[in-house]
């Protein structure tokens, strides 16, 4: 199983471009979240999905957008990118809510010049 | 509202003495608190959690959590700390209300000198 993956793990933009981050997970969970990290802030949910064709805002949804069409995918899209959306990204899945664990990818360290 | 507070940006301890990283959390109803670690330029591994049962939940690494209601704390311990436990521990609470959302403590960094 490779879990939780994320691509890229690097990326530089430049300001006013977009682009999207691709996270997909091979554990059949259902529920799927993007989280930001950002230094001494803990991490900050974005955006999250229940199941496919479902997805609503985290703590943190402006300047992004997600898209769920199948289990396994669930892409982030930057549009117009700002220096604010610096940050590393990491995707996670879980096999459902209540006291189920959350399995993480390695992160997408962005940074917006 | 929900809420989760990890007091000390870092702990610093000699290998071989026992550690403790601090958690106290606020939510509505009754808590599943977690415990992840995060090792650089990784992403988050799970520890342990708490559910419901026994206070005292032992996870991976010889790591253990106890769960204090009264205090609403869950701190993170270890008997005998290693050079390789150094890394960023996160805190994190879900309550049994209002769905699936998860909230993460700020972090701290736990350095285990040899």
């Known amino acids: 199983n490779a879990g939780v993956t994320q691509t890229p793990k690097f990326r530089i933009l430049k300001i006013g471009q977009s682009m999207t981050l691709q996270c997909t997970q091979d554990?059949?969970?259902?529920?799927m979240y993007w989280y930001r990290q950002d230094p001494g802030m803990g991490l900050k949910l974005i955006y999250y999905?229940?199941?496919?064709?479902?997805?609503d805002k985290g703590e943190v949804p402006n300047g992004y957008n997600v898209s769920r069409s199948t289990t396994e995918d669930f892409p982030l899209r930057l549009e117009l990118a700002a220096p604010s959306q610096t940050s590393v990204y990491f995707c996670?899945?879980?096999?459902?809510?209540?006291?189920?664990?959350?399995?993480f990818g390695q992160g997408t360290r962005l940074t917006v010049v | 509202a929900q809420s989760v507070a990890q007091p000390e940006d870092q702990v610093n301890v000699a290998e071989g003495n026992p550690l403790t990283v601090k958690c106290t959390y606020s939510?509505?109803?009754?808590?599943?608190l977690f415990w992840y670690v995060q090792y650089p330029n990784r992403g988050l591994q799970f520890l342990l959690k708490?559910?419901?049962?026994?206070?005292l939940v032992k996870g991976s690494y010889g790591f253990e959590a106890e769960f204090n209601k009264s205090q609403t704390s869950f701190h993170l311990k270890k008997p005998s700390a290693l050079v390789s436990d150094s890394a960023l521990y996160f805190c994190?609470?879900?309550?049994?209300?209002?769905?699936?959302?998860?909230?993460f403590g700020a972090g701290t960094r736990l350095f285990v000198k040899a």
């Open positions: 996670a899945s879980s096999l459902g809510e209540g006291g189920t664990e959350a399995f």
């Open positions: 554990m059949n969970h259902n529920y």
């Open positions: 999905s229940v199941g496919a064709g479902i997805t």
């Open positions: 939510v509505s109803g009754n808590p599943y």
């Open positions: 708490y559910i419901t049962g026994d206070n």
């Open positions: 994190a609470v879900r309550g049994d209300t209002g769905g699936f959302k998860t909230i």
